[in-house]
T-cell receptor, first 117, second 114 residues
Framework: NAGVTQTPKFQVLKTGQSMTLQCAQD?????MSWYRQDPGMGLRLIHYSVGAGITDQGEVPNGYNVSRSTTEDFPLRLLSAAPSQTSVYFC????????????????FGSGTRLTVV | AQTVTQSQPEMSVQEAETVTLSCTYDTSENNYYLFWYKQPPSRQMILVIR????KQQNATENRFSVNFQKAAKSFSLKISDSQLGDTAMYFCAFVMDSNYQLIWGAGTKLIIKP
């Protein structure tokens, strides 16, 4: 089925470890983004990309790194995991790119629950 | 700064009743898009309904409708004939035209009782 695929669904890390959360979409969407969801809060934007080779920071970028070498993939790297990064992570994509995304809506992956101990 | 406020952390209604979830937002922009997303226990984010700010007509999707009051910056969601499958977290969000960042409310937990 077409959509946004996130892997893994669950992950436990030790403090200081690094890892990469994978996100892939097969809809040829220009825009891709990473959000984190914490209890009692709405989603917060970590990083986003409006096309291959273009990335930018969102609201909470510290401790995370991204790259966009292809239209389909947008991995999120945790450089040195900290307990404060325990959260649920969502990848979202949209057909809109530099012209904005609101007119097209967003497709979300199923999320990754990350626990850092 | 743009913000979204959902003043009801949790609501509970009987099956088949009508329920309204409230959402207010703050922006100085004139053109933007508003969304209601549903997040069931499966964690998947599901788009319920979308509204373009330049359209005065309220959006409807089957049992779901909104009351969009642009001057008051209010965007409430009405669920008619509620069903057990409507039990979920509901998030209100908006994005400004020609922008990318969805601004989210903290969510309302809706429980539909049999």
């Amino acid at each position: 089925n077409a959509g946004v695929t996130q892997t893994p669904k669950f992950q436990v890390l030790k403090t200081g470890q690094s890892m990469t959360l994978q996100c892939a979409q097969d809809m040829n969407h220009e825009y891709m983004s990473w959000y984190r969801q914490d209890p009692g809060m709405g989603l917060r934007l970590i990083h986003y990309s409006v096309g291959a080779g273009i990335t930018d920071q969102g609201e909470v970028p510290n401790g995370y790194n991204v790259s966009r070498s292809t239209t389909e993939d947008f991995p999120l790297r945790l450089l040195s995991a900290a307990p404060s990064q325990t959260s649920v992570y969502f990848c979202a994509s949209s057909r809109g790119g530099t012209s904005g995304t609101g007119a097209f809506g967003y497709t979300f992956g199923s999320g990754t629950r990350l626990t850092v101990v | 700064a743009q913000t979204v406020t959902q003043s009801q952390p949790e609501m509970s209604v009987q099956e088949a009743e009508t329920v309204t979830l409230s959402c207010t937002y703050d922006t100085s922009e004139n053109n933007y898009y508003l969304f209601w997303y549903k997040q069931p226990p499966s964690r998947q984010m599901i788009l319920v309904i979308r509204q373009e700010a330049y359209k005065q007509q309220n959006a409807t999707e089957n049992r779901f409708s909104v009351n969009f009051q642009k001057a008051a910056k209010s965007f409430s969601l009405k669920i008619s004939d509620s069903q057990l499958g409507d039990t979920a977290m509901y998030f209100c969000a908006f994005v400004m035209d020609s922008n990318y960042q969805l601004i989210w409310g903290a969510g309302t937990k809706l429980i539909i009782k049999p």
